[in-house]
């Protein structure tokens, strides 16, 4: 599709809620080092990791996902 997952967007939006590691990972069933590794630029996390993450942080899968270059490319030309 035209997403991708900012893996480092799940550590912005982690620090902006004021959670710690811990406290996504017990919010999630995963351990510290899983998300941390979430966290991590150049690890593309499985769907459903992204979804424990984002439900332990209270927030919308789509919090962690960007456009593609080429969708806001495509976008643009048509505005």
Same mark, same amino acid.
């Given at each position: 599709?035209?997403? +991708?997952? @900012?893996?480092?967007? !799940? *550590?912005?939006?982690? $620090?902006?809620?004021?959670?710690?590691?811990? @406290?996504? =990972? #017990?919010g999630s069933g995963l351990t510290p080092? =899983?998300? =941390?590794?979430? #966290?991590?630029?150049?690890i593309d996390p499985r769907a459903s990791? !992204?979804? +424990? !993450?984002?439900?332990?942080?209270g927030v919308p899968t789509c919090e962690?996902? #960007? #456009?593609?270059?080429?969708?806001? *490319?495509? $976008?643009?030309?048509? =505005?």
């Amino acid at each position: 599709m035209g997403y +991708r997952t @900012d893996m480092e967007r !799940i *550590k912005k939006v982690r $620090k902006r809620l004021g959670l710690s590691l811990n @406290d996504v =990972a #017990e919010g999630s069933g995963l351990t510290p080092q =899983a998300v =941390a590794r979430a #966290e991590r630029a150049g690890i593309d996390p499985r769907a459903s990791t !992204i979804g +424990r !993450i984002a439900k332990a942080m209270g927030v919308p899968t789509c919090e962690f996902f #960007e #456009e593609s270059g080429h969708e806001q *490319k495509r $976008k643009r030309r048509k =505005a």
